[in-house]
């Protein structure tokens, strides 16, 4: 069973870390998001997505996952990992 597509703006992006993850690489499409942008967060190493109206996230578009690919990627973000709906 497949669930919805995931975008992907950081170290997801990338085959090598996907197959150490999943044990392989789902389809993956260039995306982006208007209004977003990646930003560096307080304490954290990784970037995160923030509110920007005049800016532009590009990123990575996974699709086919499985309900176990997301479990492993949503333990991978950590906390304060928010997943939500977004228009690419």
């Known amino acids: 069973m497949t669930v919805l597509p995931l975008f992907v703006y950081g170290t997801l992006r990338f085959a090598p870390v996907l197959e150490a993850l999943l044990g392989r690489v789902p389809q993956m499409s260039p995306a982006s ?16 997505l ?26 991978f973000e950590g906390d304060p990992y928010e997943p939500r709906e977004l228009r690419l």
């Not at 923030?50 to 333990?75: E, F, K, N, Y």
């Open 50 to 75: 923030v509110p920007a109206a005049d800016r532009r996230c590009d990123g990575i578009l996974l699709s086919g996952l499985r309900r176990s690919d997301r479990v492993v990627l949503d333990m």
């Open 33 to 48: 998001v208007v209004g977003w942008r990646a930003a560096a967060l307080p304490g954290r190493v990784y970037p995160g």
